[in-house]
């Protein structure tokens, strides 16, 4: 079992800056590769960045690309999403994931074993 636990969402103005966190517990994070997606009113949750096992391999959804970074600390149990140039479409309850599909980013909901409870960002235009 993993817990994860999201922190760092707030409110923020368009153009503006977040770091989120996210905390894991429980099995070590080593074992899973691990993801963030997002979910807004009405909408599907979607796939925003991975990580891989080992933190060789990222990925990131195009509307995303160039703007967040998604990085692990094996050490510390963590995995981080900075987020930069953010647009009011960001604005949604980001979730972070653990998959056990090993030393691979993956990109599909279905895939990840653990989820975390999420952290709302909003960004206001």
């Known amino acids: 079992q993993v817990q994860l636990v999201e922190s760092g969402g707030g409110l923020v103005q368009a153009g503006g800056s977040l770091k989120l966190s996210c905390a894991a517990s429980g099995r070590t994070v080593t074992r899973y590769a691990l993801g963030w997606f997002r979910q807004a009113p009405g909408k599907e949750r979607e796939f925003v960045a991975a990580i891989s096992r080992s933190g060789r391999t990222t990925d990131y959804a195009a509307s995303v690309k160039g703007r967040f970074t998604i990085s692990r600390d094996n050490a510390k149990n963590t995995v981080d999403l900075q987020m930069n140039s953010l647009k009011p479409e960001d604005t949604a309850v980001y979730y972070c994931?653990?998959?056990?599909?090993?030393?691979?980013?993956?990109?599909?909901?279905?895939?990840?074993?653990?989820w975390g409870q999420g952290t709302q960002v909003t960004v206001s235009s």
């Open positions: 994931a653990a998959s056990g599909w090993g030393d691979v980013v993956v990109i599909t909901p279905a895939e990840y074993n653990y």
